[in-house]
């Protein structure tokens, strides 16, 4: 298995609403990422997981919350999101090997639209 | 700063065209990714590269790592070939973080 999954393709919220964006891996990858898009824009890096702990966080608002139960599965809890915030969220999966390069595998996305 | 520098923003080709896009950083980095995006979608790895050159199919990336410069190369290119094109940059250890480039969109008419 060589892919990155995630669910679902598309969520529409209210900004009252609680959801949550998951992320799956069977790869053995060890580090995780969550990163946020906006249209005609590159990538921005929101969080990253290593070996399950949060390594990084790019100054994310408390709106987000990532949490990763398990080696192979990275949720995204949101909460009281704004209009703002719609974009597609990407999620990625590295290996942790160190001294390489480790190639970033990413998933399809979830286009998330916060009314 | 790390910045990342894509040439041309948007490219129109006809189809069989040979297709080049340029990227340069301006810093020593560990690795370069280069990226497909169709519309709407999620991200594909097309190339990680520290040296040389690799060849997957009709892509050839290059990387000149004393110039920091790197091009992704398209023979015989193909409508479905349209998409965004996105060079990223790898700085750090093992867990590097990627510095995105602001993509080249590819336009291959038929």
């Known amino acids: 298995d060589t892919e990155v999954t995630q669910t679902p393709k598309h969520l529409v919220m209210g900004m009252t609403n609680k959801k949550s964006l998951k992320c799956e891996q069977h790869m053995g990858h060890r580090a995780m990422y969550w990163y946020k898009q906006k249209a005609k824009k590159p990538p921005e890096l929101m969080f990253v997981?290593?070996?399950?702990?949060?390594?990084i966080n790019e100054s994310v608002p408390s709106r987000f919350s990532p949490e990763c139960p398990n080696s192979s599965l990275l949720n995204l809890h949101l909460h009281a999101l704004q209009p703002e915030d719609s974009a597609l969220y990407l999620c990625a999966s590295s290996r942790m090997l160190a001294g390489e390069y480790n190639e970033q595998f990413f998933g399809p996305g979830t286009r998330l639209t916060v009314l | 700063k790390n910045e990342v520098e894509q040439s041309p923003q948007n490219l129109t080709a006809q189809e069989g065209e040979f297709i080049t896009i340029n990227c340069s950083y301006s810093v020593g980095i560990s690795a370069l990714h280069w990226l497909q995006q169709h519309p709407g979608g999620g991200i594909v790895s097309l190339f990680m590269?520290?040296?040389g050159k690799k060849k997957h199919g009709r892509l050839i990336a290059t990387i000149n790592i004393q110039e920091k410069h790197s091009s992704l190369h398209i023979t015989a290119s193909h409508p479905r070939d349209s998409a965004v094109y996105i060079c990223a940059v790898l700085y750090g250890g093992s867990q590097g973080n990627l510095i995105f480039g602001k993509g080249t969109k590819l336009s291959v008419k038929p």
């Open positions: 997981y290593s070996y399950e702990k949060l390594s």
């Open positions: 590269l520290s040296s």
